[in-house]
């Protein structure tokens, strides 16, 4: 049996005339940049969150830096985020020529250690980037009374997290703002780039609308240097119908972590950590292997289990942020992350025939391995 990593066509089967009358519809009234979709698929994401504002845009990354510079953040300023993320999330801060500042990652739950955000504000610091990590919200309260306290903006990255929830609320309603990304990929993922903010607050809302259009307000009219950054419609009509999904789709997800929770064999793995405030969306299912990741992910593929590693370079160690200046040991536990993680296959569609494939393989490869360790010389 094959279980590859994620499976779009097993999700496209179920929602394929759909999908297929929705793009119909957009091909025939030609509306293809800022159609009614669009907005419609605004409103529906912003009521799905909880907030009153949603502004579609062509990506996660450009979610996120067109909300730092909706902010007026730039040159001189600093960002606080995580050094264990997707680096779209420091590009973001690149992009806008602030500094990204990071901080290391809680050893239990991978998303910003709370504890260290403190000693890294500086009075350059504008702004701090949660970002919930494999579906699970960050511990936005501690990062908000932070916030609060030194005055930070509070941008959460939800580009893993659509429909994730923290005492009893979404992802997205947490922060002053928040950046969602559709890669396809991901819980909630377009059929091509896309992506999307949302906020309570809007006159940024409404920066964005132009940020994302040129930066006009009105047709021609330019008060501030925008962008081509937009949604398309054909996306946003595809998005309308997987978000009706999304919640049944994100439960599957748990069910299937809760098997993996329950049957992997826990003396050789670390199994995820779910916070108690939080409802994770398992983006991504994540164990760790302390010894021999390596011969467990080689001889899962010989078995046709497809695995990822997210993410095998942290963001301070990679070459294009040499000019940060930092270096290995700076931020441990996200360095030890990196050696140890293996993301197993997760994604709605996944077969109970497939669950046990994977279960009884891991469970397999590592009993083996563990026996053919050389066994320790007596003294
Ligand atoms: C996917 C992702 C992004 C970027 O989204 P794109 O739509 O690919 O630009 C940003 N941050 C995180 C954590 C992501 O996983």
Same mark, same amino acid.
């Given at each position: ?20 009358? *929705? /793009?119909?519809?957009? $091909? ?6 800022? =159609?009614? %979709? @669009? ?5 529906? +994401? ?16 450009? *979610? /996120?830096?067109?909300? $730092? ?6 040159? =001189?300023? %600093? @960002? ?5 993320? +997707? ?293």
């Amino acid at each position: 049996m094959n279980v590859p990593f994620v499976d779009l066509s097993a999700q496209y089967a179920q929602i394929e005339s759909d999908v297929e009358h *929705a /793009l119909k519809r957009v $091909l025939q009234q030609t509306s293809f940049i800022l =159609g009614e %979709e @669009v907005s419609l698929f605004e409103e529906e +994401f912003a009521a799905y969150c909880g907030v009153d504002c949603a502004v579609g845009v062509d990506s996660g990354t450009s *979610a /996120l830096e067109l909300l $730092l510079r909706a902010y007026g953040i730039g040159p =001189g300023d %600093e @960002v606080i985020t995580v050094a264990n993320t +997707f680096i779209a999330t420091t590009l973001a801060i690149s992009y806008v020529g602030a500094r990204p500042v990071l901080v290391d990652a809680d050893p239990q739950t991978y998303t910003i250690d709370v504890t260290a955000i403190e000693s890294a504000i500086t009075p350059r610091t504008c702004a701090v980037i949660p970002v919930h990590l494999y579906g699970q919200p960050a511990n936005m309260d501690a990062i908000t009374a932070i916030a609060e306290r030194h005055n930070l903006v509070v941008i959460e990255d939800a580009c893993q997290a659509h429909g994730a929830w923290y005492k009893g609320r979404r992802v997205g309603s947490l922060g002053h703002a928040a950046a969602f990304s559709f890669y396809p990929g991901k819980n909630l993922g377009a059929y091509g780039d896309g992506g999307l903010i949302v906020t309570n607050d809007s006159h940024i809302a409404n920066s964005i609308r132009a940020l994302r259009n040129y930066g006009s307000v009105q047709k021609y009219h330019h008060p501030v240097l925008g962008y081509n950054r937009r949604l398309d419609t054909l996306q946003a009509a595809v998005l309308r119908i997987k978000l009706r999904h999304l919640d049944t789709w994100n439960a599957a997800r748990r069910s299937h972590a809760e098997q993996y929770n329950a049957r992997l064999c826990k003396r050789e793995l670390s199994l995820p950590t779910i916070a108690e405030h939080a409802t994770s969306v398992y983006h991504l299912y994540v164990i760790r292997v302390p010894d021999m990741r390596g011969a467990l992910q080689s001889s899962l593929q010989t078995r046709g289990i497809a695995t990822g590693i997210h993410y095998p370079v942290p963001i301070h160690l990679q070459p294009a942020y040499e000019h940060l200046g930092y270096a290995a040991g700076d931020f441990p536990v996200t360095e030890f992350f990196a050696e140890q993680i293996l993301s197993l296959p997760m994604y709605a569609e996944l077969s109970p025939e497939q669950l046990d494939c994977v279960i009884t393989a891991v469970n397999c490869c590592l009993k083996e391995q563990v026996s053919e360790r050389p066994v320790a010389q007596a003294a």
